[in-house]
């Protein structure tokens, strides 16, 4: 892929980050906005926009690390295990799966229902599951597999620090951006190396 390419996905990356945090933060931090909203103060709410949105380019930088860190992660896995590296690959999505849903649950103080900790990871799986689809489909089968990984694995590892969290805000805050910019890139990734110029 050309340096001009590179730059080009950094940035827009970086852009959808930033929106997305904001369009989410009127949704999970809607109070933050309401106390400015009635009577209408215009710097305020400024600048909280600009407050999330440099969130945003935050959590878009965690994503496209995370991106570029499976890309080179991949090489290795496809050189060292050969044709077990798919296979490792869907253990590893178990894994996280199960860790998403347990250690989440275990590590909660108050004795609450573990419902929504699965609805949490199944609501991952149905997505990365799409997403995977739709990168096999334009790209071929074999990409379906390390998609699903990417949009698993790797999602789930940069959600991590928005998961110790004490509130729940901010996972909810971080999952966003980094859901929508980790699909960004995969689905444009083969676009852009697809590009003559």
């Known amino acids: 892929m050309k340096s001009r390419n590179v730059v080009r996905l950094f940035f827009s990356t970086l852009l959808i980050g930033g929106f997305t945090t904001v369009i989410a933060s009127f949704f999970v931090k809607w109070e933050r906005y309401q ?15 600009i407050v999330f949105s440099a969130l945003g380019f935050v959590f ?9 860190a499976y890309l080179t992660v991949n090489q290795f896995g496809l050189s060292i295990f050969r044709s ?13 799966l199960f860790d998403l849903v347990y250690f989440r649950y275990k590590g ?19 997505y990365s599951w799409i997403i995977a689809g739709i990168k096999a489909k334009e790209t071929n089968r074999s990409a379906f597999i390390p998609a699903l ?15 110790r969290t004490n509130g729940g805000d901010y996972a909810w805050l971080m999952i966003v951006p980094l859901i929508i910019c980790n699909t960004y890139q995969l689905l444009i990734l083969h676009r852009l190396q697809d590009k003559k110029g």
């Open 149 to 163: 990984f990417f949009m698993i694995v790797v999602t789930t590892i940069e959600w991590v620090p928005g998961l």
């Open 108 to 126: 909660v103080a108050d004795e609450s229902s573990i419902f929504p900790y699965l609805l949490v990871a199944m609501a991952l799986f149905v």
């Open 60 to 68: 878009s930088l965690v994503s496209q690390m995370g991106f570029f």
């Open 84 to 96: 077990f590296w798919p296979i490792i690959q869907v253990v590893l999505i178990g894994v996280t």
């Open 35 to 49: 106390e400015f909203l009635n009577p209408f103060d215009w710097f305020e709410v400024l600048g909280l926009i």
